[in-house]
Every structure is written in C-alpha cells, then in structure tokens.
C-alpha cells in the first residue's frame, strides 16, 4: 500500500487502513513520503511493515535515488504489487518498472502528463471518479470499489428532539472543504432568525480564521469546533444530519459514517459526492460549491421538516450499507489483485 501521507485526518488515509485490516490471506506492506509537519497514524501498521520514501521530491537526483531504494525494498519484501493512492506517485513507481494499480481517489482536471504516464491498471471508489479517470486518460478502470465503513444491521434509532436543532460537518479545516461558505450560510440562517447549532469536527489551518468569522459575523454561540475526534460517531448522533460542502471529494468516508448511524448528509454536486446521494430523495442536496443562499434555502428545508430529514437518513442508510461493507470490498480488491499477479507471471 502506497501513499504521500497518512495524515491521522486523511479520508484516502483512513481508507487505505480499513482496506488494509479487511484483507485475508495478502501480506501488506505498506510506504508513504515524508511529511513531519503532518500527525500520521501509524498504529495499525505492524512492525517491520512500514518504511518512508522521498516520492515527491523535486530533486530529480533525490528522487532518482528514492525510486532505486523503494524499488530495492520492495524486492527484499517480495512483493508483488505496489497498490497506490496516489496518482503522481503511482506514475512514477510504473516508471520505475514496479507493478501499479493506481486507486483514484478524487476527481482532478485533465493534464497531459498523467494522460502520457497514467497507470496501466486502475481503480476508482466511485462512478464518476472513474469516468473523470476515463476522460482524462482515455483509459477505462478494471473496476469500481468503495472505501470501506461498517454499518450496523439497522439504523440505530434516537430522540429526534435532542437532535433537532443540530448539524455536524465532519473534515479537515481547510479552504477545499468549504468551510467558509458554510458559516457564511450560518449567518444567514441567524439574520432570518433561526438558532441552529453547527458542530464542525476536524482539525487544519483555517481553525483560527474560521473562528474570527464566527466572532465577526456573531455566530459563535452557534458554531461549536469539536477538534479532532478518532470516532466520530458520538458527535454525529448529537445531530440531526451531517453537512460536507467541498470543492472537491472523492467519496467522503465521513458521509459513510454518517450514513452508518442513520444520518442523511447535504452534499455539494462534486463527482465523488454525488455518488453517494440515493435516488428518490425529498429534501434538496447536491448543491453547488460556494452557493451561500442555496445552502442557507437547503438548511431551512433540512431542519423545518426532522421527520423528512430522518427518513432521509434512511434512505442514505439502505443506499450505502452493502457497497460500503468491508469484508465485501476487501473481496472485490483480492480479485483484482488475483487477476492482476497472474498477468504480472
């Protein structure tokens, strides 16, 4: 398993250990870059299985000699397949001669050199992250395949009157995630004279300057930052539904774990997200980014109405249940790299 970082606030991150714990019968090993200002968890990867490489370097000599040593490294361990997440790091391992299948996990704009270097074998966690994939590389993905959250066997039930009044916004606290708007949203919904409470979970470089727009715009009674939480589902069942409003995604793992406590989530219309809305939903959602009135409009709709929002909640529930299921994502990988090692022989 390959990526820049494991950023302990990363949803690629947070996947690539959960895809790690699913598998049976694969010896992962696993090789991320250096990022010291970032806090990693490595506490899942057993000992001995993790080692650091300089993949994005802009030295080409340093860069040069970190592909020999991961190329190096990865023969000692007698591996088979460098499974990365990471698109440039992944074109530069097949440049190297290393077996790759790159995962996409978010949409980008089209480049030519990842369109000339792209990875033979892909994959993609959603519809349209693989068809952004398609029509930036002229290539199909061998398959689509989730990250992995696990779901009870029924939505757990709660006291819609202790919740009613409440929204969460799970994510790292940076401009990509939408936070801004989001407050801006805030302040229109307190000048039309309503008192919702937000509680944003994350951690990032914009705390400070989010915190000084809640003071200036006189929300900060309404806004609550929880900081970084491992589990988050305690705080998601303090809330009606959960809000994600980024500029991009891929497929939120945050939804996910929404969705697994019977939570519906207002989404922005980016590819990733709008995999994850169901069909034949009631209440607005895939609202465009940065949209301040349309998310305002779409917050009264969602809190006017609790019992639409929570049969809404369901709806996300039954939607994303089984395709999130990790024991059957992990399957789906196995088969791809059963397919793919007997290709490599």
């Keep these: 398993m390959v990526n820049d970082n494991f950023y302990r606030s990363s949803g690629a991150a947070i996947a690539i250990k959960r895809i790690a714990q699913s598998l049976t019968g694969v010896e ?16 899942w990867i057993p000992e001995g299985r993790y080692r650091q490489f300089s993949l994005k370097s802009s030295n080409p000599f340093r860069l040069a000699i970190e592909l020999v040593r991961f190329k190096q490294w990865f023969r000692r361990q007698r591996c088979d397949l460098a499974h990365c997440h990471h698109r440039r790091v992944a074109a530069l391992l097949q440049l190297a001669g290393i077996p790759v299948l790159y995962t996409g996990q978010l949409a980008f704009p089209a480049e030519l050199w990842f369109r000339l270097l792209r990875p033979k074998w892909m994959t993609a966690i959603t519809p349209s992250v693989a068809n952004n994939i398609l029509e930036g590389t002229g290539r199909e993905v061998l398959a689509c395949i989730g ?7 029924n939505p757990p039930s709660f006291d819609v009157e202790g919740v009613k009044l409440s929204a969460v916004c799970v994510g790292r606290l940076e401009p990509i995630k939408g936070h801004a708007h989001l ?11 309503y008192r919702y409470h937000l509680h944003l979970v994350g951690e990032g ?36 539904f959960a809000i994600l409003v980024s500029q ?7 939804t996910l774990e929404a969705a697994a406590r019977g939570r519906a989530s207002l989404l922005t219309a980016v590819p990733g997200s709008i995999d994850l809305i169901p069909p034949y939903r009631t209440l607005p959602n895939g609202l465009p980014f940065g949209d301040v009135n ?4 779409a917050l009264v709709h969602w809190f006017s109405s609790p019992d639409a929002t929570i049969r809404e909640g369901r709806l ?3 939607f994303l249940k089984n395709s999130s299921d990790p024991g059957t994502i992990a399957r789906e990988y196995q088969a791809v790299y059963h397919e793919l090692i007997q290709k490599i022989a």
């Design 316 to 318: 996300f529930f039954d």
């Design 294 to 297: 349309a998310l305002a409009d």
């Design 248 to 254: 991009n995604e891929g497929q939120g793992i945050v």
């Design 28 to 43: 992962v090993y696993v090789a991320g870059c250096d990022h010291p200002k970032l806090k990693e968890d490595l506490t």
């Design 205 to 240: 470089s914009l705390r400070a300057e989010l915190e000084a727009q809640c003071i200036r715009d006189g929300i900060e009674h309404l806004v609550h930052f929880r900081g970084y939480t491992s589990d988050v589902s305690e705080i998601v069942d303090e809330c009606l």
């Design 147 to 153: 990250n992995p959250t696990a779901f009870p066997p």
């Design 183 to 193: 407050l801006a949203a805030w302040r229109v919904l307190r000048d039309r004279g």
